[in-house]
Nanobody, 124 residues
């Protein structure tokens, strides 16, 4: 069992930055690929970024490539999402998720555990 808790969301102006954190409980954090997803009102949950067990390989949605950076610290059981050059269209609830796989899936239905989400609002 893995429990995930996101933090770091908030209100920011367009062009600004935020850093999301996702703290995981349990001793098996390093056994999970991790992903960040987001869901805007009236839209489906979409993949944002993911990384493999070691964090050495990362994956990004085209919409955030070059602006967002995902990383993990297995010693701290934490995964991060650094978000720069934020746009109003980045506004959503952001979720972290754990995937019992070597590399993260982009399909949210394949993830094993989810956090409760943190709101990110980007004003224009």
């Amino acid at each position: 069992q893995v429990q995930l808790l996101e933090s770091g969301g908030g209100l920011v102006q367009a062009g600004g930055s935020l850093r999301l954190s996702c703290a995981a409980s349990g001793r098996t954090f390093s056994s999970y690929a991790m992903g960040w997803f987001r869901q805007a009102p009236g839209k489906e949950r979409e993949f944002v970024a993911g990384l493999n067990l070691s964090g050495g390989t990362t994956y990004y949605a085209d919409s955030v490539k070059g602006r967002f950076t995902i990383s993990r610290d297995n010693a701290k059981n934490t995964v991060y999402l650094q978000m720069n050059s934020l746009k109003p269209e980045d506004t959503a609830v952001y979720y972290c998720a754990a995937d019992r796989a070597l590399a993260p899936h982009t399909n949210p239905n394949l993830y094993d555990y989810w956090g409760q989400g943190t709101q990110v609002t980007v004003s224009s």
